[in-house]
């Protein structure tokens, strides 16, 4: 795997390159969601590269990023990000960000909008986290640095999924793979991922100025950011559009890919056509 060195530290992405043929065709960038890699956008990777360049980055101390001393807050995350669209050369691009990597697409668009062609939310949220769930989520990370996943595997996957898709046997292979892919993180950067996540600060005042073509984009069940968050994103982009997807949770990649590459597909088309 690829990687880029910022300010010492090393970020991994993958690349699929240019497609064939595309020498000059638009980039997509993906930022997973807490818990996951870029491996989460997997489904739409395979479908969009024909027709894109393809990039996902890991965060720091999740899927092939080593751990750090420090740096989990998502505002040095957002500089991770904005080093690696310019230091690859690659902006414009189109930002595809999940919860957490929607928490720092927000922040490339607001601060950074020319490094943007578009900005897709998934299932994410511009105010900090719900008091309630702080706690919460501070007492399963812990548990989750002296035990791992196992332990708390019931409750944390009531947050990443939607109930249809931990309803359906279907399921279990991309379950299985996820929590596979989570065991080899270092358990003290996952916590540290979770606190950056628990206590991040608010930028619902700083989206106003977002000028970027915009979808937001929620899982009809999400839990952890319900719909009601992509609901006040979308009123305070300047015209932002916004999608609810039936019978999904947090997850929305693998709970609903063909639905995801659907809308993906259809809104980048828009942004470059214009």
Known sequence: MPTINVSGVTIAYTDTGAPAGLPDASTIVFGHGLLFSGWMFHPQIAALREHYRCIAVDWRGQGDTPATAGGYDMDTLTGDAVALIRELGVAPVHWVGLSMGGFIGQRIAARHGELLRSLILLDTS?????????????????????????????????????????????????????????????????????????????????????????????????????????????????????????????????????????????????????
Request: hydrophobic share 40%; net charge positive; proline share 7%.
């Open 126 to 274: 511009a105010g900090p986290e719900d008091p309630g769930k702080v706690r919460e989520y501070k007492q399963l990370a812990w548990l989750l640095r002296l035990f791992g996943i196992k332990p708390i595997l019931g409750k944390v996957s009531s947050y990443m999924f939607g109930p249809t898709f931990l309803a359906d046997p279907a399921s279990k292979t991309t379950i299985d793979e996820w929590v596979s892919r989570l065991n080899r993180s270092k358990r003290a950067a996952v916590r540290k991922a979770v606190l950056g996540v628990a206590d991040r600060a608010p930028v619902d005042q700083e989206i106003t100025g977002i000028t970027v073509p915009t979808l937001v984009v929620v899982g009809a069940d999400d839990k952890a950011t319900p719909p009601e968050k992509a609901e006040r994103i979308a009123a305070r982009i300047p015209g932002a559009q916004l999608q609810i997807v039936a019978n999904c949770g947090h997850t929305s990649t693998l709970e609903q890919p063909v639905t995801i590459i659907g809308l993906l597909d259809k809104f980048l088309a828009t942004v470059d056509q214009a």
